[in-house]
């Protein structure tokens, strides 16, 4: 069967796990995945394919990526991922974004129970990653979390002193961060102080959250949105004030935009996945490239990150499922994130193979002196806790209300209440429409 979305792919043989939540076959014979990857970070995934091949040689793996389309959305990578799921195409493993993608497959059947076919084994890996509030809902395990992506304001740091900024002092709080954007624009008239994604939610979360404000009445299966409380109407007055004096910039931010910014001086700084720092240090080692949590509006108010990142999932057509279950527990586990990360060397990543895929999800890895104690790591592994960012099967939705929203109130003059209003409005309808389609979700 055909793919929906084009795609590049390799096949490898690889072997399945022994002793994972799935048996290999008694008689040696090979069984067939198909691995979809919809995140990138193409170099590690191929190479932990082969290592997977070395070490367990009972598996083929047919490996299928999206990179060869025209920048794919999560959006528009949950919608393929759906298409081909109900259209019957058999997808074992995928590697798809964390926070929108698990339950936007859930009601629509289109993603197995991990726990149902790993049991105990399953819980126990899921409480030894990151992201793991992302995961579980009503008892089930949707994902397991993979890479793990926080949040962070990335900045040159020669710049700053070149503008008279201390770089070691990088602002904390919305008014040293004015303070920091008029500095800038003084010293580089044509730079951008705060780079910052237009048509986004992720990015602009932190800054909410640390004004006191919130999106919903709770973080996982909300019920009522709630747009228009002070901290929301403080955010967005802040980022509208960025676009009045000419600090953020007028042209969308994403993938290879944000290096060649930021290498090329037209940011001084962005708000970004912190591992951006990693690609830049990888891109252009003579500047001091750093990255620092995102402020907080003020000393009363303590800052709260975002992280995103990719989980794998067994969609609903896998052939396979106990084997491809084995296959994702090696990923998550020490071993597999050691390799992907570099700690263990045999893979043979190059510093920019290991800067294009985030932080490991395994917290045993993530903490690792080796890679805390690395100049190259420096700033990456953001210590900021993160908040769960209003979970259900339509925030994928909402996130798309929410960004268009955004970037309307970057762009225009448009009233900002009634933009917020009008937002609220959408979400709320999208909200009752699925308590109504799935009441049972919603229980207590």
Same mark, same amino acid.
């Given at each position: ?109 289109a993603a197995l129970d ?74 580089? &008239? %044509? @730079?951008?102080?705060?780079?910052? /994604? $237009? ?8 800054? *909410?959250?640390? +004004? =006191? ?71 252009? &080692? %003579? @500047?001091?490239?750093?990255?620092? /949590? $995102? ?8 800052? *709260?990150?975002? +992280? =995103? ?22 990923l998550t586990d020490v ?8 700690l263990d060397k045999d ?41 769960? /960012? ?12 929410? +960004? ?41």
């Amino acid at each position: 069967m055909v793919w929906a979305a084009v795609v590049a792919a390799l096949t490898l043989v690889v072997g399945c796990a022994p002793g994972g939540a799935g048996q290999a076959p008694d008689t040696g014979q090979r069984v067939k995945l198909v691995y979809f990857n919809a995140r990138g970070a193409e170099a590690a995934e191929r190479k932990l394919i082969e290592r997977y091949q070395h070490d367990h040689p009972n598996v083929e793996i047919e490996y299928q990526a999206s990179t060869s389309m025209q920048a794919p959305s999560d959006t528009d990578s949950i919608a393929n991922l759906i298409f081909n799921v109900q259209a019957g195409t058999a997808i074992d493993v995928s590697k798809v974004e964390v926070t929108r993608t698990p339950l936007a497959l859930m009601p629509v059947h289109a993603a197995l129970d991990l726990s149902t076919l790993g049991g105990q084994a399953v819980t126990d890996r899921l409480a030894q990653l990151l992201n793991n509030n992302l995961a579980q809902i009503k008892g089930g395990i949707w994902a397991l979390p993979y890479e793990y992506d926080p949040f962070g304001h990335v900045y040159n740091a020669d710049l700053f002193k070149q503008a008279g900024l201390d770089p070691d002092r990088p602002p904390k709080t919305w008014d040293e961060l004015r303070a920091e954007a008029r500095a800038i624009k003084g010293a580089f &008239p %044509d @730079t951008w102080p705060i780079c910052h /994604p $237009i048509n986004n939610l992720s990015k602009i979360q932190p800054y *909410v959250w640390g +004004a =006191g404000g919130t999106f919903f009445d709770r973080d996982v299966l909300p019920t009522k949105a709630d747009f228009l409380n002070p901290g929301m109407r403080a955010t967005y007055g802040f980022v509208r004030e960025w676009a009045q004096n000419g600090w953020i910039n007028t042209e969308e931010v994403n993938g290879q935009r944000a290096v060649q910014w930021m290498v090329s001086h037209q940011c001084a700084g962005i708000d970004y996945s912190t591992n951006l720092a990693m690609q830049l240090r990888a891109n252009d &080692p %003579d @500047t001091d490239w750093r990255s620092t /949590p $995102i402020v907080s509006m003020d000393a009363g108010h303590q800052p *709260v990150n975002f +992280a =995103g990142g990719s989980a794998l999932i067994l969609p609903a057509t896998s052939k396979h499922p106990h084997e491809a279950l084995d296959f994702i527990m090696w990923l998550t586990d020490v071993q597999g994130q050691r390799l992907k990360w570099g700690l263990d060397k045999d893979l043979g990543l190059s510093k920019e193979d290991l800067a294009d895929q985030a932080t490991p999800a395994n917290r045993a890895v993530a903490t690792d002196p080796a890679l805390n104690e690395d100049p190259t790591w420096k700033g990456v592994l953001n210590p900021v806790p993160p908040r769960t /960012p209003g979970l259900s099967p339509v925030y994928s939705q909402v996130y798309q209300v929410l +960004a268009d929203m955004q970037e309307r109130t970057i762009r225009t003059d448009n009233d900002l209440d009634a933009e917020l209003a009008a937002a609220q409005a959408k979400a709320q309808q999208l909200l009752d429409d699925n308590v109504a389609k799935q009441p049972d979700l919603y229980q207590p």
